[in-house]
């Protein structure tokens, strides 16, 4: 049987240890910050977005719980190399994941390996560390200078 539980903590410790794309980009176009003062998670976002409107690359370097971390790792896993338009979509699915009813199985053919991360709705104080990422990435596309926060 599947067990999103097992999942969940493979996935986290796996991204959280050695995250993905983490570190500054040389060249970006767009870039911002966030922070959760819940948990105390900081991070920043480089963005290069070309032309097309493509998300060409995508970083983050910050500091922060595990969650925060592997979720920012697999946010940018996800939406590197896809339209800015894709990234809206997924941060709408995200959004209703982390905040629906714990009998809802995540759709996990458009949020693919995001939906582990449907394992904080159990522990709703982590919802926030999850979604720093994604709120931090909308500020950066919509070039806020403000830093996004949680709170
Ligand atoms: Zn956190």
Not at 86 to 95: I, R, V
Not at 103 to 108: L, N
Request: charged share 30%.
């Amino acid at each position: 049987m599947f067990d999103l539980r097992d999942l969940y903590q493979q996935v986290i410790v796996d991204h959280n240890k050695s995250p993905r794309n983490f570190g500054k980009l040389s060249e970006c176009s767009h870039e911002a910050d966030g922070y959760n003062p819940l948990c105390g998670d900081k991070l920043h976002i480089y963005l290069k977005i070309d032309d097309d409107g493509i998300i060409e690359d995508v970083s983050f370097e910050g500091e922060g719980c595990a969650i925060s971390i592997a979720s920012a790792s697999l946010m940018t896993d996800a939406i590197k190399g896809r339209p800015v338009k894709d990234f809206e979509h997924l941060f709408d699915d995200f959004q209703h994941m982390v905040t629906s009813d714990l009998s809802e199985m995540p759709d996990d053919e458009r949020l693919g390996k995001l939906a582990v991360l449907a394992g904080v709705r159990e522990f709703p104080s982590r919802i926030k560390c999850a979604t720093l990422c994604w709120h931090t990435m909308k500020s950066a596309v919509q070039g806020s200078d403000q830093p996004a926060r949680t709170e």
